[in-house]
């Protein structure tokens, strides 16, 4: 992979003008209907109406109160905001190039855009809230995987694929501009503190899980954990999140462990397998000590949507169980007050009490 641009939004502004436009207009073209909104910490269900053609996903929670959406229209790609106190779209960025992925960092202060014209290349573009673009890169390739550190957003790695299977790994530095290949076993990385990077070697069975080893970024070294049987682990800010395998009990161990490693929780679930992998529960990462799980009532194999799930809150501190909802992905405000569930995020689920009901509704 080559790359071709890589700077400030000054440097691209030339490419950039008259495809990409900034706007902070409240929108009136999307239509919507909420009900009276009381406490912002637990806000009345609004209930909105979209055009199925305009509608591309929901990104996320920006803040308590405000929900980013893609949304298409008369051959623009445009990053807006649904306000939930206020029942009002804001629209702050606009493109004529496809948006394929948009990601919210944990800090809320900015948006991770991946963009493609063709399938042979691809536009990563760092959006600030306010809607102007920090930085915008270039790829020769428009299948990306990516991981954005959670508290340093100036961190991204990347890995981009090619057609003949092959890949490559770059490490990003928002900060110095700096776009490091690295040679790596793995593509599918994750940041585990400023300086490594996560890279787990797995079984020749994906059900025996992997082994957890470590990359510098500094001296480009490979060690060991000793950590096995890893399904997965995440950095969710000041602690990690890891979830191991024991297919003895038929279980997912998982261990919140703090960065310093003064503190940590363990639990276990049952475990779901699509018969050829373990498939691990949605969460949402509310806090950098905290998350939303979603997890089985019983060890079985994934072949019934309709099977209920039990939805925790766990931190350090230990599990708090919340209730029952059908099994789905979700992902969840700040404040851990409500979640947006399901494929299309047009489930409102309601924490306390805990209550689910539609809220986006499209107009065919």
């Given at each position: 992979m080559l790359l071709l641009c890589i700077g400030f939004l000054q440097g691209c502004s030339e490419k950039e003008s008259g495809n990409d436009t900034v706007k902070q207009d409240v929108d009136s073209e999307i239509r919507a209907?909420?009900?009276?909104?009381?406490?912002?910490?637990?806000?009345?269900k609004p209930s909105i109406l979209l055009d199925n053609n305009a509608f591309h996903s929901v990104v996320g929670w920006m803040s308590n109160d405000e929900i980013v959406f893609v949304i298409v229209e008369k051959g623009q790609w445009m990053i807006r905001t649904y306000t939930v106190s206020t029942a009002s779209w804001r629209t702050i960025y606009s493109t004529t190039t496809p948006i394929i992925q948009a990601t919210i960092h944990p800090s809320k202060e900015?948006?991770?855009?991946?963009?493609?014209?063709?399938?042979?290349?691809?536009?990563?573009?760092?959006?600030?809230?306010?809607?102007?673009?920090?930085?915008?890169l270039s790829f020769e390739?428009?299948?990306?995987?990516?991981?954005?550190?959670?508290?340093?957003?100036?961190?991204?790695?990347?890995?981009t694929f090619y057609e003949d299977w092959t890949y490559n790994t770059f490490v990003y530095d928002g900060a110095t501009q700096d776009l490091t290949s690295i040679e790596i076993e793995n593509p599918f990385v994750k940041w585990y503190d400023e300086e490594n990077l996560m890279v787990f070697r797995w079984s020749d069975s994906a059900l025996d899980g992997s082994e957890l080893f470590l990359y510098s970024n500094i001296d480009g070294t490979l060690k060991s954990t000793g950590e096995e049987k890893i399904l997965d682990v995440t950095n969710i800010g000041e602690a990690l999140l890891y979830v191991q395998i024991n297919e003895e009990n038929k279980q997912f161990e998982y261990r919140l462990e703090e960065n310093n490693g003064k503190r940590e929780f363990k639990w276990a679930t049952p475990a779901v397998s699509n018969y050829s992998e373990w498939v691990i529960p949605s969460f949402s990462i509310v806090s950098p000590q905290e998350l939303l799980l979603l997890n089985a009532k019983e060890s079985r194999n994934q072949d019934d949507p309709s099977q209920k799930s039990i939805l925790s809150k766990i931190s350090l501190g230990g599990q708090n169980i919340l209730g029952e909802v059908e099994e789905q992905s979700i992902t969840c405000s700040p404040n851990a007050n409500i979640c947006l569930g399901g494929y299309t995020k047009d489930n409102w689920i309601q924490i306390e009490p805990l209550k689910v009901e539609k809220w986006i509704y499209l107009n065919e």
């Open positions: 209907d909420s009900d009276e909104v009381g406490k912002l910490a637990n806000p009345v900015m948006i991770l855009l991946h963009t493609s014209k063709d399938s042979s290349s691809a536009e990563i573009q760092f959006l600030h809230k306010n809607g102007y673009i920090i930085q915008s390739s428009a299948e990306i995987y990516m991981d954005w550190h959670p508290t340093n957003p100036n961190l991204v790695v990347f890995s």
